[in-house]
């Protein structure tokens, strides 16, 4: 079956129920996206499919998420290519909204707000972008809602009794900080949705797969390299109870002139607050997140990597 295009929020509900009953199906994953798709969001469309009976992307260039209006214009609309690859995963449906659509009469006055969660790391260095996020997040999870096909339209809990279809929600662990601000929104807002993490794509030189790799020069993408081997340093030192020793790894990125670090930390990978200095010199224990953010020429990259002993 060919991949669906719509691009309202009743066309959304009418087709995904459509396809649960034509699938006489039993769960919908929801794989929500901004497009310039690449193979780590296939990742994401691949493991929706694998676990769903219906799968809906969604692709939307969020304007709450940008500081800066050239920032917004910059981003890559690719939406021809996204739905390839979509389809090339099994994907079924692709809801591709207009700003309009999302935000009748204008922003919207009322939005999520992410705390102190979103006020560290990403968020201390792009004010206002999990705000932002948490907010399109939260209308697609809404919009999003497996229906009955009863009369009403709407069901929703996912994994209840009655035949309601499960309902997921796919995000990459390579968003860190955003993953934690959705599974904390979900839970704290008792959203009817199963969150569901899929891990961080890599090329084969270990540079996570991003849609901003493509601005990077062939020089500057050489030297993106460090940030991945600065992780996986402090990676292989937890893997064997050693002292992790970030400080040796903030001095192998800040080594590489040609990027500009802004953090790289190890964190409770559920508060996001830094573990204690001890395990930077003692032996590692238990579970962390190491969180890198830099510039590598005007291009600015994430990185992270769960750790665990």
């Known amino acids: 079956m060919a991949i669906r295009l719509v691009t309202t929020a009743d066309s959304l509900r009418a087709q995904s129920r459509l396809l649960l009953t034509q699938k006489n199906g ?7 996206t901004m497009g310039a798709l690449h193979a780590g969001h296939g990742r994401l469309a691949r493991a929706a499919v694998e676990q769903n009976d219906v799968v809906v992307a969604s692709i939307f260039v969020n304007p709450l998420q940008f500081g800066e209006a050239q920032d917004l214009d910059r981003y890559p609309r690719t939406l021809e290519a996204d739905m390839a690859l979509l389809e090339e995963q099994g994907v079924d449906l692709v809801f591709a909204p207009s700003v309009e659509e999302m935000y009748p009469g204008g922003q919207p006055m009322v939005r999520v707000t992410s705390g102190p969660l979103g006020e560290k790391w990403e968020g201390a260095s792009r004010p206002g972008h999990f705000d932002g996020a948490l907010t399109v997040v939260a209308k697609l999870l809404h919009l999003g809602i497996p229906s009955t096909g009863l009369p009403g339209g709407s069901a929703f809990v996912a994994g209840a009794g009655g035949g ?34 899929v891990p961080t794509a890599r090329a084969a030189d270990g540079l996570a797969l991003s849609s901003r790799n493509r601005f ?7 030297a993106a390299l460090v ?23 903030r001095a192998l990125i800040e080594s590489q002139p040609l990027v500009r670090l802004d953090y790289l ?38 990185d992270n990597v769960p750790l665990s002993s």
């Open 164 to 197: 309601l279809p499960a309902y997921r929600a796919y995000f990459g662990q390579k968003d860190a900080q955003q993953l934690v601000l959705v599974r904390r929104m979900v839970a704290d807002l008792n959203f009817p949705v199963e969150i569901v993490a």
């Open 216 to 222: 990077l020069s062939d020089e500057e993408r050489e």
């Open 227 to 249: 940030l991945s081997r600065a992780l996986h340093l402090i990676e292989e030192r937890a893997n064997t109870n050693g002292p992790l020793d970030v400080g040796s790894a």
């Open 26 to 32: 039993s769960s919908l994953g929801l794989v929500p």
């Open 265 to 302: 930390d190890v964190v409770d990978p559920v508060t996001l607050e830094p573990l204690a200095e001890n395990c930077h010199e003692t032996p590692f224990r238990g579970e962390g997140l190491a969180l890198v953010a830099a510039k590598v020429g005007a291009v600015r990259l994430i």
